[in-house]
């Protein structure tokens, strides 16, 4: 199993704090951003990651980071030009990806659950996780049938579907490279995310499961400062 993280982006619902600098860059209490989604692969297991970030700010990323030798890891870095949906990690990944299997993070998201045993166990499809919360028209969003299996998902529904929100981390087998390829951009422009979980949700491949401890998407300035109050919290426990 291979890892990436996809750090690139504008973050422009952080601006003016991401004109001088990346979003994954930002200080969450006593950790740059990165850190956290960082520590949630290598907890995982995952050595082998692929960092994807901007031009502006690589020399930055590899400052901070460097070979990857120092977290006891491989990093290998890619450049996103022009940030055209998540999905597209997969289309510039793909000689990194090669034939593997791979998880991918969101360089904005913090998770307390450790996924260790989700990426041992992986075999095959795709293995995606949800949470409840209050806001799901933000995100990617799953319906589950009574027996708890996903049986639709919207991206940022404009009707209501249900308080599931995907979270922004996704298991794929290497198949998920050519469906990337595949993919035709949305109304929006982008490769949707949730047109590959669609892609295996058809194949009868797609695995949904609940996230139990905190999750957060830092990308709105009220949900950054949530993470940086929870990670002091961590940190005088």
Known sequence: MKGIILA??????????????????????????????????????????????????????LCLLGSGKEFGAKFTYEIQD??????????????????DAVAMILGDNIFEDNFASAIKNFKKGGHIFAKEVIDPERFGVVKFNKDRKAIKIVEKPKKFLSNYAITGLYIFDNRVVE???????????????TDLHN????????????????????????????????AKDQVEK
Do not use: C
Not at 82 to 99: M, N, R, T, Y
Not at 180 to 192: I, M, N, Q, T, V
């Open 82 to 99: 022009k940030p055209e949906g998540l999905a597209q990690a997969f289309v510039i990944g793909k000689d990194f990806i090669s034939k």
């Open 8 to 61: 690139g982006g504008e973050g422009t619902r952080l601006s003016s704090l991401t004109k001088i600098t990346s979003k994954q860059l930002l200080p969450v209490y006593d950790k740059p951003m990165i850190f956290y989604p960082l520590a949630t692969l290598l907890k995982a297991g995952i050595k082998e990651i692929l960092i994807i970030i901007t031009p502006k700010h690589a020399g930055d990323f």
């Open 179 to 193: 469906a990337a390829k595949k993919l035709k951009p949305s109304a929006r422009g982008e490769l949707e995310i």
């Open 199 to 230: 892609w295996y949700l058809k194949k009868g491949e797609l695995k949904v499961d609940l996230v139990k401890g905190e999750w957060i998407d830092m990308g709105t300035f009220d949900s950054l400062l949530k993470a940086g109050n929870w």
